[in-house]
């Protein structure tokens, strides 16, 4: 008898929570396919990143005879080290050459040398001792880089640089030395470094 009871009250049970369902699922029928597409839509919809990473960049002048050579310097290292270099190669000219010593970086080495460095650096503090342009816009300057790799270790190389323009204002070539003053050896060749 306690066994027929309790499968009649299981019955009843089971049909009454179908029916309670039912209701439901007919009574709020469109909130729960607002719900289910919602659902579906975030479950679809890709995850995308828009952060992209570039090293931090400090420029500090120590000779602000001519701000807007300085202006200039800034804006050229900022799109150095950019992720996106189609501005650093607006300012270019299509024959461009970064010479260093007896070597060269032409055109697209010199993107390269930028791309290099701009994934390999956490930042670069640049402090530009002296700044001078000369009748023909020819700009030189001596600057200290303190660059400071992914790994946290710092080089600290001093440069003294030539830049010259074609008669557009572009930047036609770079003429630079520079010195390892602090860092591994390997870093050397962090002012003209490829890969």
């Known amino acids: 008898m306690k066994l027929k009871y ?9 049909a009454t929570s179908l029916l309670l369902t039912t209701g439901v699922q007919a009574q709020g029928k469109d909130q729960l396919e607002k719900i289910h597409s919602s659902i579906q839509f975030k479950k679809s919809k890709p995850i995308v990143s828009s952060k992209v990473y570039e090293p931090s960049l400090t420029v500090e002048f120590k000779d602000n005879a001519y701000p807007e050579t300085n202006q200039y310097l800034t804006k050229l290292f900022k799109a150095f080290l950019a992720s996106d270099k189609s501005e650093l190669k607006t300012m270019l000219t299509t024959d461009f050459t970064q010479k260093f010593g007896g070597e060269e970086n032409r055109g697209n080495a ?35 880089v303190t660059a400071t790799k992914l790994n946290g270790k710092s080089a600290i190389l001093k440069l003294y640089a030539f830049y ?13 030395l520079s010195t390892l003053l602090y860092g591994a050896k390997a870093d050397r060749d962090l002012g003209s470094r490829t890969s």
């Not at 309790?6 to 089971?14: M, P």
């Not at 010259?164 to 630079?176: P, Q």
């Open 110 to 144: 010199f993107i390269q040398h930028a791309s290099t460095l701009s994934k390999q650096l956490k930042s670069m503090d640049i402090v530009f001792e002296d700044v001078n342009i000369d009748s023909d816009g020819t700009i030189s300057e001596i600057h200290t």
């Open 164 to 176: 010259y323009f074609d008669n557009t204002g572009k930047l036609k070539k770079i003429d630079e």
């Open 6 to 14: 309790l499968s009649i009250l299981a019955i009843t049970s089971v």
